[in-house]
């Protein structure tokens, strides 16, 4: 995914990016997206020979068995360069988004009810403003999307062992999307002592990602919570800036 998103550049084809999603053979657990502009134009699901230009939506998505990771944004340098209907993006869109993705991080841990996960992005993100659907977050396997523990009411309670997909998807009128969507696990102490011990590498790496995320984008994760991505929390909203991404504040 931070390949592919690099190398978004005006005068590039959809193809060419997609390309770099590919991963080694891994097979899929859903279509792969690399869209500029308007998705699904024509009912074309998959990558085309459509050329980027500046100034577009654009949209990333791969996903292999254990997770998916999803981006939109825009392919522009920064906001002066966005069309002036959607020249207040960042405060309209993209920020009180990534808020709430932060929060979500923050919040989930074992013990905690799906009902409450609900009524914490409720809180921050009005659905009535936002209109976000589905369900803010779900379980993850083989496949993408498995069922989901967070929805109004819900009583089923976050586990260790669980993967859970970020999936809270904005829908306001005449703005491109914002998503940093990616998955993360849950891991009591003996969970992860277990992983540390029989899968070293494995580890190493989650803990890099971690401190990352508590170090750099200043995320105060649950000590329970695992990253199984290396872009968890990191939104660039502005694709041809390579320099910039939102951090909490």
Not at 158 to 183: A, H, N, R, W
């Amino acid at each position: 995914m931070l390949t592919a998103l690099n190398a978004v550049e005006p005068g590039r084809r959809e193809k060419e990016i997609g390309h770099l999603l590919a991963g080694w053979g891994q097979p899929n657990n859903v279509v792969m997206i690399a869209a500029t502009g308007d998705r699904f134009t024509n009912a074309c699901l998959y990558p085309t020979d459509k050329i980027i230009a500046r100034g577009d939506k654009f949209s990333l998505t791969v996903g292999y068995k254990g997770g998916l990771t999803s981006r939109a944004a825009w392919v522009v340098a920064s906001e002066n360069e966005l069309a002036e209907p959607v020249a207040d993006y960042l405060t309209r869109v993209a920020i009180p988004y990534y808020h709430t993705v932060v929060q979500w991080l923050e919040f989930i841990r074992p013990g905690v009810t799906g009902a409450e996960v609900y009524r914490l992005v409720e809180s921050v993100l009005p659905k009535d403003r936002w209109h976000w659907h589905l369900n803010p977050g779900h379980l993850v396997a083989d496949e993408e999307w498995l069922s989901s523990p967070i929805y109004p009411g819900s009583a089923a309670r976050l586990e260790s062992g669980m993967l859970l997909q970020i999936d809270i998807i904005l829908s306001v009128p005449g703005y491109g999307g914002c998503s940093i969507e990616d998955t993360v696990g849950l891991a009591d102490e003996a969970l992860r002592d277990e992983l540390a011990q029989d899968y070293t590498q494995v580890w190493a790496r989650m803990q890099a990602r971690r401190n990352y995320v508590t170090d750099v984008l200043k995320i105060d994760l649950p000590e329970e919570v695992i990253l199984l991505s290396n872009t968890v929390g990191y939104l660039r909203p502005f694709l041809l800036d390579k320099n910039k991404a939102v951090v909490k504040v």
